[in-house]
Nanobody
Framework: QVHLVESGGGLVQTGESLRLSCAATGIISNDYAVGWFRQAPGKEREFVARVRWGIGSTYYGDFVKGRFTIPRDNAKNMVYLQMNSLKAEDTAIYYC????????????????WGQGTQVTVSS
């Protein structure tokens, strides 16, 4: 069973950077993907980025526009979300999640979720 734990959230100023970490255990297939989602108050959960566990291919939400990356370290079972040039609208709870459908960005296809970590960007 996949188990995910996020860390690294906090309060930052507009334009600053933040790196979130996701400890992912129990992934046994290279066709799994680990993704990051976010949810702001009153809004639906939004896809941010995903990385295919085996080959490391990545895919990003349209709003990212080169500001975020999703590196991973398979040896340490870690996936990160490096966020640069943060904006106030990036404020949300960020979740990492896993799916055995590596190609999907639909949160309904992700069946393992972490508890979330709050990111607040102050202007």
């Amino acid at each position: 069973q996949v188990h995910l734990v996020e860390s690294g959230g906090g309060l930052v100023q507009t334009g600053e950077s933040l790196r979130l970490s996701c400890a992912a255990t129990g992934i046994i297939s290279n066709d799994y993907a680990v993704g990051w989602f976010r949810q702001a108050p009153g809004k639906e959960r939004e896809f941010v980025a995903r990385v295919r566990w085996g080959i490391g291919s990545t895919y990003y939400g349209d709003f990212v526009k080169g500001r975020f990356t999703i590196p991973r370290d398979n040896a340490k079972n870690m996936v990160y979300l490096q966020m640069n040039s943060l904006k106030a609208e990036d404020t949300a709870i960020y979740y990492c999640a896993a799916t055995n459908r590596w190609y999907t960005t639909d949160p309904r296809d992700y069946n393992s979720w972490g508890q979330g970590t709050q990111v607040t960007v102050s202007s």
